[in-house]
């Protein structure tokens, strides 16, 4: 097959160079590394299609590689065979200011798109924290910390070009900002991690930068007086632009890593975006509801640098744990329930991280009900292993018994293919259907969200 491509892409397109295997063995989970047998790198949707039909022909498995920031194993070749690197097809193709549309290649970066919607005012608000590729974000419907205003990737999309197993390449909706006109495409390969093709191509909606955007820090004596601070926040309707809540053992962390001085208690991290006007009302309105909930104290930024190094300090919390506790690999949890159950759910996990004896702390969204337990885990211990993923299938259960899901926001991959019929039900039945009359030979990133028995590899 490599033989054959040669036809068609130019020699250093294609590598089974061991570095490059190497690096294409993993994400940044504590799932088990695995090598392709090559990695290949296209720079149009007609060598995408070449690879792919190609693949099928010969019942070789393809995964798709953005920058390798997933957390769940997703493009791990279990099976071996052939990573696709989208990092070429880097292109932004269009940018359609008077529609709020942007065209973009898959291998495109969240930084570098943002650099390039600046010079017309606009911004895209998906931000997971990792400078991820677009097409990485797409492939798990990635959110993050401005999803309580702005939403997440499915809401965000467009339209896709996408290559099928096959070689058919369709696309998943149209420029128009709504439509009842068939089944929703878009949302049915938002989130399918490259189980049901591959994205070569995406048009997205994007924002217009605010006018005014301010930044603050809110500290309470407990989580349970924060979340609920957040629900009164929400129910009065004040437009907030980010709520994260951080715990103290995690504000402990940050202040090592990234030299702050917070004070190290529950905190919520805060942003509001609008006008000048508006904005002043809004954050009076938020200060007023916090005291009925026992806040200790506000800190605004609104100097654009000190209002980015606040984010910084959230966005790199999960880096603090592992330069920390270096020897150890980090896991993120990754559940999401309604947010009236979000404090009983924390307790509970504190509980359970506390009763491990495991460095770890605390995290998430709490505008939209999800969070994320950071753990450092020594690989080389199997009872910590163990216990590590004890706690996983515990919390997991917590949120499902009460109407939540196993990831809000990380994906499926490899690991949390496990909990998809307790979560799912008869609905999973409807998935490997789907799952098999696009991909009936299962070349495309195998065994990842769900297990389908397809035509053997």
């Not at 099928?164 to 929703?184: E, F």
């Not at 930068?209 to 309470?220: K, V």
């Not at 609905?427 to 098999?436: G, Q, S, W």
């Amino acid at each position: 097959m490599i033989s054959e491509l040669h036809k068609t892409l130019r020699k250093n397109q294609i590598t089974t160079n061991e570095t490059v295997l190497e690096l294409h063995s993993k994400d940044e989970s504590y799932h088990t590394p695995s090598k392709p047998n090559v990695v290949i790198f296209p720079e149009t949707t007609e060598q995408v299609r070449t690879i792919i039909m190609l693949a099928n022909e010969n019942r070789i498995p393809v995964y798709p590689f953005g920058m390798g920031s997933s957390l769940e194993g997703h493009v791990i070749p279990y099976e071996q065979g052939i990573t696709i690197d989208f990092s070429l097809m880097n292109n932004i193709i269009e940018v359609q200011e008077n529609d709020f549309l942007v065209k973009v290649g898959p291998g495109v970066t969240r930084t570098q798109l943002n650099n390039e919607l600046k010079k017309y005012g606009l911004f895209f608000p998906v931000d997971p924290g990792a400078d991820a590729t677009i097409g990485g974000m797409a492939a798990t419907n990635a959110s993050g910390t401005l999803s309580v205003r702005y939403g997440t990737m499915r809401d965000n999309v467009r339209d896709m070009e996408i290559v099928l197993a096959d070689g058919t390449i369709i696309h998943s909706g149209t420029l128009a900002a709504k439509s009842s006109s068939g089944y929703h495409l878009n949302g049915i390969f938002v989130g399918s991690e490259g189980t049901l093709g591959c994205i070569t191509e995406l048009t997205l909606k994007v924002f217009g930068i605010p006018e005014f955007i301010t930044a603050a820090r809110a500290t309470f004596q407990t989580i349970d007086d924060a979340i609920q601070a957040v629900v009164a926040v929400l129910q009065a309707g004040i437009p907030m632009g980010r709520i994260e809540i951080v715990d103290e053992t995690s504000i402990k962390q940050v202040n090592q890593f990234s030299d702050t001085n917070y004070e190290e208690v529950p905190t919520l991290f805060l942003e509001f975006h609008g006008n000048e006007a508006g904005l002043k009302q809004d954050v009076a309105f938020t200060e007023e509801i916090f005291q009925d909930y026992y806040c200790l104290g506000m800190q605004f930024e609104n100097d654009t640098a000190a209002r980015n190094k606040l984010w910084e300090a959230r966005h790199n919390l999960a880096y603090s744990f592992v330069h920390g506790y270096p020897g150890r690999k980090m896991m993120v949890t990754d559940v999401c329930l309604p947010i009236s159950e979000l404090a009983g759910a924390i307790h509970h996990a504190r509980k359970v991280v506390d009763q491990l004896g495991l460095p770890g702390g605390i995290t998430g969204h709490v505008g939209d009900g999800n969070y994320h337990i950071i753990l450092m885990i020594d690989m080389n211990n199997p009872l910590e292993v163990q216990k590590t993923e004890e706690l996983n299938e515990q919390i997991v259960e917590y949120a499902l018994v009460r109407g939540g899901t196993c990831t809000g926001e990380h994906g499926v991959g490899a690991g949390k293919v496990k909990y998809q019929e307790k979560e799912h039900g008869e609905a999973l039945k409807v998935m490997e259907t789907i799952k098999l009359a696009l991909d009936p030979n299962g070349i495309l990133n195998p065994n990842k969200v769900l297990k389908v028995k397809t035509n053997k590899l």
